[in-house]
């Protein structure tokens, strides 16, 4: 096809954006598919790679479509519908959506409490605990990234345990913790800090979903303590009493 910047007032990047807009809304490009590369596009367009890159860029900061460094441009999924309940499962959840839940460990490391994080652990401040840090995806995509504290007496060696189940409820599992559930839950919205968005692949300025959160077991006590930043534009939280 041809475009041509005519009187329509419509500048060609919109065209094209609009394009491939309606490529994904007629399902020629699905759900987690890699678009086209620049050059292809530009052909089929008929205009030069800056204008495509100008409309890859819409339709990324839309949320539409997603870029990936050294892979390509991938059509985004639609929003994962992420409940918030006293049982919350990143696995589950995901999985319930028809998706392949991953989690990968970014680092693991070791840092004496702070007053706060003892308060949440129920442990005395400066005592040791293990912080994870980790991104989790749903097929390709990366959802969140998440920060985990745990007690190094309740939970020593917690770092390799992950790094080799990719899960926390598997590492929970590894310890006899059978079953948890959620004690509090505390959200906000805020601009993703430059590390974040690299590991989640959004552009600088895009929203998180910040969600402070801790797990406790059946009596009531404290397991783990967690931030998650979540990628606005890919979950919706869904509370659920």
């Known amino acids: 096809m041809s475009l041509q910047d005519t009187g329509s007032g419509v500048a060609l990047w919109r065209q094209v954006a609009d394009g491939i807009e309606r490529g994904i809304a007629e399902g020629r490009y699905a759900a987690g598919e890699r678009l086209p590369g620049e050059v ?85 401040t400066g005592a040791l605990l293990v912080r994870i840090e980790a991104v989790r995806l749903a097929d390709r995509a990366p959802i969140c990234v998440s920060t985990t504290w745990l007690s190094v007496e309740k939970f020593p060696d917690a770092g390799r345990v992950f790094a080799s189940v990719r899960s926390m409820t598997r590492l929970l599992d590894h310890y006899g913790v059978r079953d948890f559930r959620r004690g509090s839950t505390r959200i906000r919205a805020a601009i993703a800090e430059a590390t974040d968005a690299a590991r989640l692949d959004l552009a600088l300025g895009r929203p998180v979903l910040v969600v402070d959160a801790t797990d406790v077991d059946g009596d009531g006590k404290p397991l783990v303590t967690k931030r998650s930043r979540f990628a606005a534009e890919r979950v919706e939280f869904l509370v659920e009493s």
């Open 40 to 124: 292809e596009i530009a052909e089929a367009y008929r205009v030069n790679r800056h204008t495509v890159r100008r409309a890859l860029a819409a339709l990324s900061e839309r949320g539409l479509v997603r870029a990936e460094r050294g892979s390509g441009t991938y059509v985004e999924a639609p929003r994962l519908a992420y409940p918030l309940r006293s049982r919350t499962r990143f696995s589950e959840i995901v999985g319930a959506g028809g998706r392949e839940p991953r989690g990968q460990l970014i680092e693991a490391s070791e840092e004496p409490a702070t007053r706060e994080l003892a308060r949440l652990l129920a442990v005395r």
